[in-house]
């Protein structure tokens, strides 16, 4: 027999406790969290931090919840007693709107379990009140939010004539006087609001397809809409929405003609995301760029890690590694992301023009001597989310899986489009371009992909993937 007895609320996932209780003349024991037993009882969430408060009688505290990072909860009283409130807010919910209360007390010592997507308060019953909870997920303050302990559509009936209190007595914190109401809960939207910059290039594109099946919100803006070097017109923008987020997909990528052009590559590569990002952390908005496999030299032969210090090649890369600096010094919440050889439906890419060459000839020639891994712009903008979405501000790596030469990437491609010519080897030697590349510049996104919880999809994989989109989209 468990520890735990599990007694339904008629509310979904949401659940008291009751534990066992061992005692005699000296005293008592119980478990109060036990990972196998919960497990055994279907309760498998994972704790991460422990609060701890004391009140005096009549402080009601509530009723709160976070925007994002919603937080589980096992509550119980350590002395003294609470009427404690869960409402469920998780919309699409059978019960949405609907809530359950209970006493909570030292001396019953029910345990209340309330899962993510509620919202949660009490109310002390006694002085010298304690009441502990473990969370399953951490506080983060800016995404803080409550809805009003009193709202009539929600109908608590805190039992303030029983235990001697009433409207006048109770205590509550300046915030909770004004929390929002139920209705303005439900019609007011209450996530992500981001700014796409650059939304015309590859990654722009997917982030606006996985934020239209996420139903996240965004304003997608490009050079023809929203100069993102005229820092008074960005400020003007940000200053009439309420975005939460910046994700900066723009960049000046023409590697070769850089090199002629150095300080439009600069503007836009290094001092514009400095700026922005001083921007968003004035407004204290999250901001995401992107910089580039090509921040090194390749001489170290074994995949780059967040650690390796930058050795620039070229006037395009020296710009995205003076970028990432400029904006990890701002010390803000910035991600940045350093991606490797991207491709998607959107726009001119290496694999777009490998099968464009392919037509109509019987031979073609690709270098062999650069390593890195191809990467799927719809698979970039989708694991960018989830690590932006973990608060874990910094610079990291993030590329498909794998690594490949430019021969062993057109190689794939070719074969899986059928076509019948000859590729031959190259060098890099063999062609004129202005800018140097490494030989080898694969990176490790071993650091991402502990904080997402789970590997990018291998690059083979990702190809296929994209064949696939392209068909969708008649473009083979």
Request: net charge negative; glycine share 6%.
């Amino acid at each position: 027999m468990g520890k735990f007895k599990k007694i339904e609320t008629g509310i979904s996932d949401l659940f008291i406790l009751e534990p066992t209780v061992f005692g005699d003349e000296r005293g008592f024991f119980l478990e109060t969290y036990s990972e196998r037993e919960f497990s055994d009882i279907g309760i498998k969430d994972i704790f991460v931090q422990d609060n701890h408060s004391k009140s005096k009688k009549g402080v009601l505290r509530g009723l709160h919840f976070q925007t994002k990072h919603s937080q589980g909860k096992l509550v119980r009283v350590t002395s003294g007693a609470v009427w404690d409130v869960a409402v469920d807010i998780r919309k699409g919910s059978p019960t949405y709107g609907k809530h359950f209360a209970l006493e909570l007390s030292s001396t019953n010592k029910k345990i209340f379990f309330i899962p993510p997507g509620f919202a949660h308060g009490f109310l002390t019953l006694e002085d010298n009140t304690e009441f502990q909870y473990k969370c399953t997920d951490l506080y983060y303050p800016e995404y803080d939010s409550g809805i009003l302990w009193n709202d009539e559509d929600i109908a608590v009936e805190w039992p303030f004539s029983k235990y001697d209190l009433s409207l006048d007595s109770i205590s509550l914190s300046d915030k909770d006087k004004v929390q929002q109401s139920f209705k303005e809960y439900t019609e007011k939207y209450q996530g992500e609001y981001v700014l796409i910059t650059g939304a015309n290039g590859q990654l722009g594109h997917d982030f606006q397809k996985l934020f239209d099946n996420l139903n996240v919100k965004y304003m997608a803006t490009d050079y023809n809409n929203l100069d993102i070097t005229n820092e008074t017109k960005v400020r003007e923008l940000i200053s009439q929405e309420n975005f939460t987020q910046l994700i900066n997909c723009a960049a000046y990528n023409n590697v070769d003609k850089a090199e002629e052009e150095k300080e439009k590559c600069f503007q836009l590569n290094a001092y514009t995301p400095e700026t922005l990002a001083k921007i968003c952390k004035e407004k204290n908005i999250i901001f995401t760029t992107y910089s580039t496999d090509f921040v090194f030299n390749g001489e170290k032969n074994s995949p780059y890690t967040e650690e390796d210090k930058t050795t620039p090649l070229s006037v395009y890369s020296e710009a995205k590694s003076l970028g990432e600096k400029l904006v990890l010094g701002v010390n803000g919440k910035n991600f940045v992301i350093r991606t490797s050889w991207v491709f998607g439906i959107a726009n001119n890419n290496f694999n777009k023009q490998v099968i464009n060459w392919s037509k109509g000839k019987d031979t073609l020639k690709i270098v062999d001597d650069q390593t890195s891994v191809p990467t799927y712009s719809k698979d970039l903008a989708e694991y960018s989310w989830a690590l932006i979405q973990s608060d874990k501000f910094g610079l990291y790596n993030l590329s498909n899986e794998g690594e490949a030469s430019k021969f062993d990437q057109a190689q794939y491609l070719l074969k899986k489009i059928g076509w019948k010519g000859t590729l031959t080897r190259g060098k890099s030697s063999d062609f004129i371009l202005p800018a140097k590349r490494a030989e080898y510049s694969k990176l490790s996104s071993e650091k991402a992909e502990k904080v997402i919880g789970k590997r990018m999809p291998y690059w083979k994989n990702a190809i296929d993937r994209f064949l696939e989109e392209m068909k969708e989209e008649g473009e083979i």
